[in-house]
């Protein structure tokens, strides 16, 4: 870990003005994934803004009759709030199929969205990454990818993004708020926010630099079952090899986004035509494009065979 | 002590202490974080330093130059010493790879240097800038490529075996198996990383460290810095898990004695977690043929087991064809273990080495023989159980009761409500049963103790033993306190310090047998230290309630001790009766699993083991080794896996959060029985090992388990969903 100076931001615009003025500057919220890659330099800010004291730690509801999520609610105050465990289950259960009861006290909703890869040649200084290092090309290609990516992926990086949060989100159609370091506030759709590799991998979201996530605010409830199963080699306390974020109405109509496959949430709302033939059909249109690798093709079929169970599931 | 003949009635068999469920007497250290592990020693008084290694870029090859300028003007900096700078040192005798010195880097994540600063996070900061340039060179790193290359290992580890004709024998069986096996490269992830802080006093060092065998280590310790052994004085006292990964000298040793010498102060050194499992020792895949032929019935007329694995170039193979040796009767057998140079980190002995991997393919096949044959498992397993060393047959087991543990394990298990394959379902769970054999030997190594009385009547023993987790203070306690009459209260024990007499050490399952014998021993000298002192006729005085008493005379002990105390010391050896008889420890395992049928996720819902290990010397500390073990067997069965990159030569997942061993979650109800048995050829305590014999087996019977839920036969470990998912039933 290098040695950072500190700050405690007052307020949001003295958080963003403090981001504006050093470009390696770094919010920390949790802090419960940037230290870990600090102490293997893997990020390496010369300066941290703590954020934890700007409130936005409230849930609350919006005009609309959607829910307004501050950004540094913990990922268990979330996960238990009666509003979301009522109308948002989906994004209830799968806060806690997330890591362990400690490090959701501590994590937050924007630290969540913007979690690093778990990919293990990016966790390994030593070893070639263009997410890490940019243009030093990717370890991971023609190594050990059992966990890595199957679609969206490209010729520079194989990577998921790990979060199990954001797949409900993505399902859920949330939107992010955000204040720039100029203190403009724009809204950016959850399916935009979280990019693909291309061959800038390490450019992981829309957020230009020290831009600040406010909050992020789920439209107004639209019922149906909400599942979300988490497929995983370990029964707790392992990223997802896939995971499945599903909202589907009486009438077999839903939403669909499946984690542990690309470098973001991966859904395609144009598939979900396809939900009411069922999970194969539907699986199909998703991962038309997939390019798995022969260590994680078996992710294309658990795909289908995990959407399959949660489909009977919102039937039974 | 000479441990010669089958011992006799003596004072552990009144079990009024040994025997008996005592709590841990270092518990109360433990829970209140009072116990101090190797790195947390210390005295406010000494300016410690922080050391934190740099490991090697690469797999294999030559180290050309270390740039260190960065590195030394970095804040709170006092010093760095690098691989070139101290040069070749001699090597451990019980290290196969180098653990520190010279250019030439034989694995992954070597040591080449070490950073010394003023904080922790100062020395991790400095080490970073550190600019090594390496020349890389060609290596082998996958076994299953190196098959080919593989040779017949130094004869010294009893690399072959055969007994009648077996080719012939298996040729004309009829019915046979003939499968391949493959176990993976696997990690100790033990709690407490390797860890050492040294100071110097003069020529003299002292080390505070992680370390299984506390001889052991100094002998060696002593060589790797070219000193005399004498000047070394180690101590650990307290281990944080070991699983073998801490019998031999650690690079953490080594690195804080060089740090401490060159900035003239006391320098602590752990290994970063990320580091581990390339930079120590790992459990060596293997690749096992198995070949079994039985006649109709079910008797096996032919067994023949053959393992490859690789080591760097020095090393042993993993010796997974022993039990296939002793386990199972059969008139014509074979085993062969094959070594190829690899060169991956060193390979070498993680919980019951050899057994484990070996049993996790045997118990396997012996399902799959059972099926051919239309036996039930535990009958097949019976029919070909033998009381003789098979290879040998007038060597007799000293005491095996495998069918009593089958038996009983069947009963208690309901193994009677076990369905065909694939027909068990519960919503999306698919439920299966299974069993094998557990089966680990049991070794003997000399072990000394000191016992000291003192003027308060307290017994205090003094051993260089070591407690990683196990509960050998409590059971030492026991001993002590059986041995001369007084309560575990009574009783202090210090452990792990090199000035204490020589012990087993904790290995092998070795230690919990061998250092209470060691301390029967002492007792046994010190009981008559204090019958000589009172001139009592020492054969018939008794130790009881904190009195020495012969005849009509009752002296307290502390009185018998007097001002100047007691002291007895002494040190078992064993004599010819390993030799004579087999000695084993022996098992079943049962368990149920639901597998999903929708994504293949495998679930344990309940274990049971049932052990035949001689005398229990505590039921709770047994226990604890064994469902610890059984814990580590559904990691190996389920999710362990150092997964080899074969291109660049090194475990990819080389931290907690990739290298998957089991949470709480994965694990169910677990039960243990102990057959209530002893065994008098295996020592005064008649007692065996236990720690590992957890282990032995309950991986295939989680193999088993899944096959018997699914019809799917994975023969390659660990069963992951992958495995399975393209045979699962439909379920859309
Ligand atoms: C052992 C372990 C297991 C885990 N398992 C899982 C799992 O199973 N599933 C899962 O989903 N996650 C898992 N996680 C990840 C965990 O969810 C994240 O670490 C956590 O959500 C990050 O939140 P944080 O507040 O601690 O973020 P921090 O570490 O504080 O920050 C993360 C990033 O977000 C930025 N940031 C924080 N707040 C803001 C803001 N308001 N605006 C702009 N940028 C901001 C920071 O600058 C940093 O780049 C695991 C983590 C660990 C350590
Ligand atoms: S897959 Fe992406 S994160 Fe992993 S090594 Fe390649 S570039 Fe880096």
């Known amino acids: 870990m290098r040695a950072f100076t500190y700050e405690r931001a007052s307020s949001v615009e003295a958080a963003a003005g403090a981001a504006a003025q050093n470009p390696d500057a770094k919010f920390i919220a949790g802090g419960t994934n940037l230290l870990d890659l600090m102490k293997l330099e893997i990020e390496k800010p010369s300066h941290l803004i703590d954020v934890n004291g700007l409130g936005l730690d409230t849930i609350e509801k919006t005009q609309d009759d959607g829910l307004r999520i501050g950004a540094l609610v913990r990922n268990t105050d979330l996960a ?50 263009n997410k890490r290092n940019p243009g030093s090309g990717c370890s991971a290609i023609g190594g050990i990818t059992r966990q890595l990516g199957v679609v969206g992926v490209s010729e520079a990086c194989l990577a998921t993004h790990p979060s199990d949060m954001a797949v409900a989100m993505r399902a859920l159609d949330a939107v992010v708020e955000t204040v720039k370091t100029d203190g403009a506030k724009r809204t950016i759709p959850i399916a935009d926010f979280h990019r693909l590799p291309g061959d800038t991998p390490h450019i992981e979201s829309a957020l230009e630099h020290g831009e600040f996530i406010t909050s992020v605010v789920l439209p107004s409830p639209v019922g149906g079952k909400q599942i979300y199963r988490k497929v995983r080699d370990r029964a707790s306390y392992a990223f997802a090899l896939v995971s499945v974020a599903a909202v589907i109405q009486p009438d077999g109509s839903g939403k669909v986004a499946v984690g542990g496959v690309a470098h973001k949430p991966w859904r395609i709302e144009a598939a979900e035509a396809e939900l009411p033939k069922g999970a194969h059909a539907m699986t199909s249109a998703l991962l038309a494009d997939a390019r798995p690798t022969e260590q994680n093709r078996f992710k294309i079929s658990l795909t289908e065979r995990t959407l399959g169970a949660v489909l009977s599931e919102a039937k039974g | 002590m000479q441990f010669e003949k089958p011992a006799t009635t003596n004072p552990i068999d009144q079990l009024k202490v040994v025997g008996k469920p005592v709590q841990r007497i270092d518990g109360e250290l433990k829970t209140t974080g009072r116990a101090r592990y190797a790195y947390e020693w210390h005295d406010p008084n000494l300016p410690y330093a922080y050391g934190y290694p740099v490991g090697s870029a690469i797999a294999k090859g030559q180290i050309t130059s270390i740039d260190s300028a960065a590195a030394k003007k970095a804040p709170g900096v006092l010093g760095i010493v690098t691989a070139l700078d101290v040069g070749n040192l001699q090597k451990g005798k019980l290290n196969t790879a180098n653990l520190f010195g010279g250019s030439v880097i034989q694995h992954y994540h070597q040591v080449v240097a070490v950073v010394v600063a003023e904080t922790f996070e100062q020395a991790r900061a400095a080490a970073a800038l550190l600019k090594v340039d390496y020349v890389p060179e060609k290596g082998a790193f996958d076994l299953r490529a190196e098959m080919a290359n593989a040779k017949t290992p130094d004869p010294s580890t009893e690399p072959e075996s055969s007994v009648g004709d077996f080719e012939a024998a298996f040729s004309t069986a009829a019915v046979t198996l003939d499968a391949e096996y493959t176990t993976p490269d696997q990690s100790h992830a033990m709690m407490e990383p390797h860890a050492s802080i040294a100071a110097w006093d003069g020529d003299e060092v002292t080390v505070w460290t992680s370390s299984q065998m506390i001889d052991w280590w100094r002998s060696d310790f002593a060589i790797t810095l070219g000193m005399d052994k004498e000047k070394v004085h180690l101590m650990s006292p307290f281990i944080g898990g ?49 070949r079994i032929g039985a006649e109709r019935d079910g008797k096996i007329t032919a067994i023949g087991h053959e393992s490859w694995s690789g080591d760097l170039p020095g090393g042993g193979p993993e010796t997974a064809v022993m039990q296939t040796r002793l386990l199972y009767a059969g008139e014509n057998r074979m085993t062969a273990m094959k070594l190829a140079t690899l060169d991956l980190p060193e390979g070498n002995a993680m919980r019951a080495p050899g057994e484990a991997p070996g049993l996790m393919a045997l118990e396997i096949a012996i399902d799959e023989m059972s099926e051919k044959l239309g036996m039930d498992p535990i009958e097949f397993r019976i029919k070909n159980d033998t009381l003789v060393d098979p290879e040998n047959p007038e060597r007799p087991f000293s005491h095996r009761d495998l069918i009593g543990c089958l038996k009983l394990g069947a009963e208690k298990f309901g193994w009677d409500q076990r369905k065909n394959p694939a027909t068990r379902r519960e919503g999306n769970w698919m439920i299966g049963m299974g069993v094998a054999a557990a089966f680990r030997n049991n070794l003997v190594m000399p072990s000394g103790a000191r016992v000291k009385l003192d003027k308060d009547g307290i017994v205090t023993v003094e051993t260089d033993m070591t407690d990683i987790g196990t509960g050998s203070y409590t059971i030492i306690a026991q001993t002590a306190a059986e041995m001369m009459g007084v309560g575990v209260d009574r009783v202090a024990v210090q452990l792990g310090d090199s000035r204490f007499p020589v012990s087993a050490g ?103 083991a049932v052990c035949a290990a001689g005398r229990i010397l505590n039921p709770i500390t047994a226990r604890s080794q064994v469902i610890g073990a059984m814990t580590m067997g559904a990691g190996g069965a389920l999710s362990e896996e150092l997964a080899v990159d074969t291109r660049h030569g090194f475990f990819v997942n080389h931290d907690l959060a990739g290298y998957e061993v089991p949470v709480h ?32 087996g309950v991986s295939a019977a989680i193999a088993n388990a899944i096959y018997n839920a699914t019809g799917i036969r994975v023969r390659h470990y660990p069963i992951t969903l992958d495995k399975l998912i393209d045979e699962l039933p439909n379920v859309a």
């Open chain 2, 506 to 608: 904790s290995g092998g399952q070795f230690g919990a047998n061998s250092a209470t014998s060691g301390v029967y021993a002492a007792c046994v000298k010190l009981r008559e230290a204090i019958a000589s002192k009172l001139g009592f006729n020492s054969a018939d005085v008794l130790f009881e309630d904190g009195e020495v008493k012969s005849g009509n005379r009752v002296v307290r002990l502390a009185e018998a001790a007097g001002v100047d105390g007691l002291v007895g010391e002494d040190t078992i050896e064993w004599g010819e009766l390993t030799k004579t008889h087999q000695q084993s420890t022996f098992g079943g395992h049962f368990v149920e699993v639901g597998v999903d049928v929708a994504t293949g996720e495998t679930r344990i819902r309940r274990m049971l």
């Open chain 1, 80 to 129: 238990a709030d009666g509003t979301v465990r009522r109308d948002y289950g989906l994004l209830s259960r799968a806060l806690v199929a997330g890591a362990s009861g400690q490090l959701r006290n501590k994590a937050t909703t924007a630290g969540n969205l913007l979690q690093r890869t778990r990919c293990p040649y990016f966790y390994d200084p030593n070893q070639a990454c």
């Open chain 2, 242 to 290: 070991g699983f073998g990964g801490k019998l031999f000298l650690r690079v953490d040793a080594v690195l804080a004695a060089f740090a401490a010498n060159a900035v003239g102060r006391p320098v602590k050194v752990a290994l970063p977690r990320p580091m581990i499992s390339n930079n120590t020792t790992h459990r060596p895949a293997t690749i096992q043929r198995i």
């Open chain 2, 665 to 696: 979650a994965d694990i169910p109800h677990q039960e243990v029985i102990f057959m209530d048995e002893t065994d008098p050829y295996s020592s005064p305590m008649k007692a065996k090992g236990v720690g590992e014999l957890g282990l032995c």
